[in-house]
């Protein structure tokens, strides 16, 4: 089995940072694409950002410039650094990690770490 233990959430005001942090452990021989997921009250769960194995990153266009992933594959560690947050970001993050199960990729979540941002 696959764990994925979050950290980093909190309470921050608009303009702040916040670090996120989505650490994988248990029985994992590879892990390919990792990534951060959001649901805001109300909305789907949309894509924040994702990095392959190979460092290529994607993020969604409200974010871009101003969060950035980044991956520990020693550690099987991503992380999600928020700069300039704003109130529109208040939501709870999901990280999202493909691990090798067998012969595939399959996809693990965390348990989510809320993200409030305050005027």
């Known amino acids: 089995q696959v764990q994925l233990v979050e950290s980093g959430g909190g309470l921050v005001q608009a303009g702040g940072s916040l670090r996120l942090s989505c650490a994988a452990s248990?029985?994992?021989?590879?892990?390919?694409?990792m990534g951060w997921y959001r649901q805001a009250p109300g909305k789907q769960r949309e894509l924040v950002a994702h990095?392959?194995?190979?460092?290529?990153?994607n993020y969604a266009d409200a974010v871009k410039g101003r969060f950035t992933i980044s991956r520990d594959n020693a550690k099987n560690t991503v992380y999600l650094q928020m700069n300039s947050l704003k109130p529109e970001d208040t939501a709870v993050y999901y990280c999202?990690?493909?691990?090798?199960?067998?012969?595939?990729?399959?996809?693990?979540w965390g348990q989510g770490t809320q993200v409030i941002v305050s005027l």
């Open positions: 999202n990690v493909h691990v090798l199960v067998g012969r595939s990729y399959t996809p693990y």
């Open positions: 248990g029985n994992i021989f590879s892990i390919a694409t």
């Open positions: 990095i392959t194995s190979g460092g290529t990153t």
